[in-house]
């Protein structure tokens, strides 16, 4: 029995062993792996940020692209637009603006005319504009 009990002892003690062994393994592993870990870590952030400067870059290009042909699209659109409310307006009778611009000319210059055959030098303007209020 006394080998039995040696023999069991020894096998504790090299099971002892392995497990002190395993678990500074362990310690080892986690000691490197932290270690390779904030240099890889490190490593990630810089290439994240050589990657972000890159892809604003890239989308700063394509947006100016975009907002090119963004504009010229909405150019057109407005051109349209534009063309089918003077077209409705047009239909319903509303005067464009080069209409009462044309109209206030020739009011000005019947305005002028009334001022001549009334005698003159600007008092047929201020009769025309009270009679007109």
């Not at 890239?58 to 042909?69: E, K, P």
């Amino acid at each position: 029995m006394a080998r039995k009990s040696t023999s069991q002892a020894r096998i504790a003690h090299a099971v002892s062993e392995s497990g002190r062994e395993i678990w500074l393994a362990g310690l080892g592993a986690f000691a490197t792996a932290r270690q390779e870990g904030n240099k890889l870590f490190d490593l990630l952030v810089k290439e994240g940020k050589d990657l972000e400067s890159r892809t604003r870059a890239l989308a700063g290009t394509r947006m100016g692209q975009l907002r090119s042909r963004a504009g010229g699209t909405l150019g057109k659109l407005e051109h349209a637009f534009e063309q089918r409310v003077g077209q409705a307006m047009k239909s319903i009778g509303v005067p464009t603006a080069r209409d009462v611009d044309q109209l206030s000319r020739r009011v000005a210059q019947l305005d002028r005319s009334v001022a001549r055959l009334a005698g003159g030098n600007g008092s047929g303007k201020r009769r025309a504009r009270k009679a007109h209020r």
